[in-house]
């Protein structure tokens, strides 16, 4: 070599005839790995060129200038999500109701929640190794420090990001495995699926729990056009549907008078009546429920596949997760009071636009002072469209944990897991068409003498749409 090398100095002629042997360290070196005559501005150029592939594709930049074996992990870790999502992407294109399934699923939840924790641990862990292949050092000072603010800023927001979107997965999976915990599937009855909506009121001046609010969510499966059909809770001479253990127990039906309102009927099975229903616990439900469903079935006409019992001293810290809720107020209306001077009144909730916290909301909801009964069911359905307006996108996503709690809280149901996918889609229809109402109260029904069979028929009419009409 060094005989070549006396040539090749003493005959120029030579020197550009023949190529240059070149070591196999120096051919594998890029622009990336070879940094030792590297200027500080071509430094600088590197340093920010690694940054963008790290968050372009995390990996990359160890690829081309580092551990090839973390890039190799990287990468797949990233590719891995990618395909994941553009997979979901593709099934939601041609069915939307299968992503709506897939993303209900606890079991599918929990693996993404801890691939994603996993992942952002990941990226942190890339994004340091970037900021040590950057050689910082071999950087002007103000350009070091500006270069070094944004990696730690990228690096914090990008793995922060991700292990955010991983523990909203969990909770969303523990939100859903918590409350959804009943097998089984329900199919439609007359193309409709019935649900029986309980808001129970168990106030400090109560004893035991009553659900003052009683309507069914009757939902055309097909096209999602919803009914909410509205039961007083003062209503009287209510039967039981056939079939029902009740009827041997109140063989004439809950006739009693003033002290058998249908809200009644709850705490009277729970104190009374319980082994009537010695299976309730095991399909997700009470003994007062199910008394409760045999007699809103009597009263409609309808068969009630599932129920929902919202407890209305939670839903309070639901419409907090929810940021409040706005709700135009008819009339001036106190906080609290159970006296008739109002000389216990707390506050008062004014007439007009008013934006209302979880307490105020309840209050709203329960206020009988000077109000009926009607009027009280007027204001609970204002207050539940209130609350679904509010539960938009951008609201759950930024609000979610505080909403999963609430729920957690908030909710009993008996609804199969595997039918969330159909409820969501068809909630979402039933969204975007609006939800009529068909309130049982007077003048239109005698709450005290009901005529059921009159009931029914106003029924079936409430799920003929307009468009059927003309």
Not at 186 to 201: C, E, H, K, Q, V
Not at 273 to 285: E, L, M, N
Not at 321 to 329: E, F, H, K, S, Y
Request: glycine share 8%; proline share 4%; with cysteine.
């Amino acid at each position: 070599e060094e005989c070549e090398t006396e040539i090749t100095n003493l005959n120029p002629r030579l020197s550009q005839r023949t190529p240059q042997r070149t070591s196999p360290r120096v051919r594998a070196t890029g622009p990336f790995r070879n940094t030792e005559r590297a200027t500080p501005q071509q430094m600088h150029r590197r340093a920010w060129w690694l940054l963008l592939l790290t968050l372009v594709v995390p990996g990359s930049a160890q690829l081309v200038a580092g551990n090839r074996r973390l890039a190799r992990i990287g990468i797949t870790a990233t590719i891995g999500f990618w395909i994941f999502f553009l997979l979901l992407l593709i099934v939601g294109l041609i069915n939307k109701g299968w992503v709506i399934w897939l993303v209900t699923l606890p079991v599918l939840i929990w693996i993404l929640s801890g691939a994603l924790i996993a992942y952002s641990i990941l990226f942190a862990i890339l994004t340091l190794d970037t900021l040590r292949l950057m050689r910082l050092g071999r950087l002007y000072n103000r350009e070091r420090w500006i270069t070094f603010g944004a990696v730690v800023l990228a690096g914090v927001l990008g793995a922060s990001a991700i292990s955010y979107a991983g523990n909203l997965a969990g909770v969303q999976a523990n939100f859903i495995g918590s409350i959804f915990n009943q097998g089984g599937f329900t199919s439609p009855i007359d193309g409709r699926y019935n649900i029986m909506l309980l808001g129970a009121d168990a106030g400090a001046d109560r004893f035991g729990i009553r659900p003052d609010s009683i309507s069914v969510i009757s939902i055309d499966a097909a096209t999602g056009q919803t009914v909410n059909i509205g039961i007083p809770r003062n209503m009287q001479h209510v039967g039981f549907s056939s079939g029902s253990p009740m009827n041997k127990i109140y063989p004439n039906g809950w006739n009693c008078g003033i002290e058998c309102l249908i809200n009644a009927i709850y705490k009277d099975v729970e104190d009374n009546h319980a082994d009537a229903y010695p299976d309730a616990a095991k399909k997700g439900s009470t003994p007062g429920t199910e008394a409760t469903r045999d007699a809103v079935e009597y009263v409609t006409g309808l068969e009630i596949q599932s129920y929902v019992l919202v407890d209305m001293a939670s839903f309070t810290e639901l419409i907090d997760a929810l940021g409040g809720i706005n709700i135009n107020v008819k009339e001036r209306l106190p906080i609290g009071g159970q006296r008739d001077d109002l000389s216990d009144v707390k506050g008062w909730i004014e007439a007009g636009q008013q934006h209302m916290d979880g307490y105020t909301a309840l209050w709203y909801a329960r206020s009988r002072h000077s109000t009926s009964d009607y009027d009280r069911m007027r204001r609970q359905h204002e207050v539940e469209q209130a609350v679904l307006s509010q539960i938009e996108p951008g609201t759950v996503l930024t609000r979610f944990q505080g909403i999963a709690s609430a729920g957690q809280k908030l909710v009993r149901t008996d609804i199969p897991s595997a039918m969330l996918s159909q409820y969501v889609e068809l909630a979402g229809k039933a969204r975007s068409l609006g939800i009529k109402e068909l309130s049982l109260v007077p003048p239109n029904v005698d709450v005290i003498h009901p005529n059921f069979s009159a009931i029914h028929e106003m029924v079936k009419k409430s799920f003929i749409t307009d468009e059927v009409k003309e």
